[in-house]
């Protein structure tokens, strides 16, 4: 299979110095969000490298027999096929890609699997197509499946479509999740990049009620006064 030569070609790569820097960065400890997620020390460009290698060979269930190792760099190369498969396929292809992402969101578990991905599969495929998904997605009780639902919404938000961002920016204004708080902001921060109005009218109804670390990467990009005024709850 190929998912096994990926594993031999990955496993001469291996860091271990690299992987307990990674372990600690990605917060693997008891009761954290990564708790247990094992690393190889693989740096994000190698990992590319060798998705770019066999994404044209690798099937689904090559990244199926990849996203289930407990190896993060194992889960993160697959996903990552898995994007650069998604522009080249026809629409069957392309919906049999955002189906499997879904059936397998347990794998894609943490903020960087989620991320780099979310919004290339099910932003892209979703863009043009009814967006209950997402909807859905985000009143999940599982954190990563949350993020999915926020993050791919910045496919929507590159093609000047707000509304969605907004919905899903208001419904998450009392969760509790730290990861949440910084998803939310940053995808807020990216509408104001293309229209500051809407997200300043967001901000008027709902700055003084929004999480201080969603509201800091909302404002991240305005003038210092502008910023500092917010902050301090005006």
């Given at each position: 299979?190929?998912?096994?030569?990926?594993?031999?070609?990955?496993?001469?790569?291996?860091?271990?110095?690299?992987?307990?820097?990674?372990?600690?960065?990605?917060?693997?400890?008891?009761?954290?969000?990564?708790?247990?997620?094992?690393?190889?020390?693989?740096?994000?460009?190698?990992?590319?490298?060798?998705?770019?290698?066999?994404?044209?060979q690798a099937k689904l269930s090559d990244t199926a027999n990849l996203l289930k190792s407990p190896y993060h760099e194992h889960r993160l190369?697959?996903?990552?096929?898995?994007?650069?498969?998604?522009?080249?396929?026809?629409?069957?292809?392309?919906?049999?890609?955002?189906?499997?992402y879904l059936k397998n969101t347990k794998f894609i578990n943490n903020w960087d699997l989620v991320d780099l991905t979310a919004p290339n599969?099910?932003?892209?495929?979703?863009?043009?197509?009814?967006?209950?998904?997402?909807?859905?997605?985000?009143?999940?009780?599982?954190?990563?499946?949350?993020?999915?639902?926020?993050?791919?919404?910045?496919?929507?938000?590159?093609?000047?479509?707000?509304?969605?961002?907004?919905?899903?920016?208001?419904?998450?204004?009392?969760d509790k999740h730290d990861l949440m708080h910084k998803a939310v902001g940053w995808m807020l921060r990216e509408i104001g990049k293309r229209?500051?109005?809407?997200?300043?009218?967001?901000?008027?109804?709902?700055?003084?009620?929004?999480?201080?670390?969603?509201?800091?990467?909302?404002?991240?990009?305005?003038?210092?006064?502008?910023?500092?005024?917010?902050?301090?709850?005006?």
């Open positions: 299979m190929i998912s096994q030569e990926i594993k031999i070609k990955m496993a001469k790569l291996t860091n271990p110095e690299k992987a307990k820097i990674l372990a600690g960065f990605f917060k693997t400890g008891k009761g954290q969000y990564g708790e247990g997620d094992k690393f190889l020390g693989i740096v994000v460009p190698q990992q590319r490298e060798v998705a770019r290698e066999y994404y044209k190369t697959a996903l990552i096929i898995l994007t650069l498969k998604f522009p080249h396929a026809s629409e069957k292809e392309q919906k049999q890609i955002f189906d499997f599969i099910v932003g892209n495929w979703l863009l043009n197509r009814n967006r209950r998904i997402i909807h859905r997605l985000s009143k999940s009780k599982d954190l990563w499946e949350k993020r999915i639902a926020v993050l791919a919404t910045f496919t929507f938000i590159r093609a000047e479509q707000f509304d969605d961002t907004l919905a899903l920016a208001q419904s998450f204004l009392t229209d500051i109005k809407v997200l300043e009218e967001f901000l008027k109804k709902y700055y003084k009620k929004m999480p201080r670390t969603m509201l800091r990467y909302a404002v991240e990009k305005f003038t210092e006064n502008k910023r500092q005024r917010y902050l301090k709850k005006i």
